[in-house]
């Protein structure tokens, strides 16, 4: 993140930094980088993502809805990529002999430049706003990948038959860490993730969630705070 923002005096400060940040980035910084882009375009453009976040990448969607065409949209999600402001992540391809998704995910890295194009103030708005639940996924997942370092490829799974691992992590020498992520205290797996599962037979499969109790919600399967799943990402 960003120290100035988390570590404001309150949140209006904290939104007010990065609202600051988003608009020197599109006005000052990111036209260091290429081509001139206007900022308006590029902001709708970002906030579109924001409120994708965690969607299946739609290119041709986003550039209708800006009126630019599909290549046009492809670059700017480029350059955001590039930029280390949003992430694609891929999904697995296996000759399972199944229909995968093969579009990516995409999600806005940082969850408060998220909050901020979608002028999220505070914690309570969030709470009572749609994008909670992708919002807590995509902070869930930026954690565990930096955690996980260079070593685990990312990816998710879903399958056409509704299977689907949030985050699939596969390791060099082929285990695979299978990571639900859930925004409850009372976290419980889905079938599509039981399904998913059997189809990849994973080493590993937790379910994250926002409380502090680590413990087994099957034989096979884990409920974990997300700190400590970071930590045993960084010891695996």
């Known amino acids: 993140g960003f120290p100035e923002s988390l570590l404001a005096r309150d949140d209006a400060r904290s939104l007010r930094w990065r609202r600051d940040f988003i608009r020197s980035y599109l006005e000052r910084d990111i036209p260091q980088f290429g081509p001139r882009i206007a900022a308006e375009t590029l902001r709708r453009f970002w906030t579109m993502l924001a409120h994708h976040q965690g969607g299946l990448?739609?290119?041709?969607?986003?550039?209708?809805?800006?009126?630019?065409?599909?290549?046009?949209?492809?670059?700017?999600?480029?350059?955001?990529?590039?930029?280390?402001?949003?992430?694609?992540?891929?999904?697995?391809?296996?000759?399972?002999?199944?229909?995968?998704?093969?579009?990516?995910?995409?999600y806005i890295r940082d969850s408060g430049l998220a909050h901020a194009l979608l002028n999220v103030a505070d914690k309570e708005t969030l709470l009572a706003h749609p994008v909670l639940g992708a919002s807590w996924q995509g902070f869930a997942i930026e954690n565990l990948i930096a955690n996980a370092g260079d070593m685990a490829q990312a990816h998710f799974y879903r399958s056409s038959s509704g299977a689907e691992i949030d985050l699939l992590l596969a390791w060099p020498d082929g285990r695979l860490w299978a990571i639900e992520i859930k925004r409850s205290l009372t976290p419980k797996p889905e079938r599509g993730f039981h399904a998913a599962c059997s189809d990849l037979a994973p080493e590993r499969r937790f379910i994250v969630y926002p409380g502090d109790e680590r413990y087994r919600l099957a034989e096979d399967i884990e409920a974990i705070p997300l700190p400590a799943l970071a930590q045993a990402l960084r010891e695996a």
């Open 57 to 106: 990448l739609n290119t041709a969607q986003f550039a209708r809805n800006l009126g630019v065409d599909v290549k046009t949209a492809g670059s700017y999600l480029g350059l955001l990529v590039d930029l280390l402001l949003v992430r694609r992540l891929p999904p697995w391809h296996t000759n399972l002999g199944k229909r995968l998704v093969k579009s990516p995910k995409v």
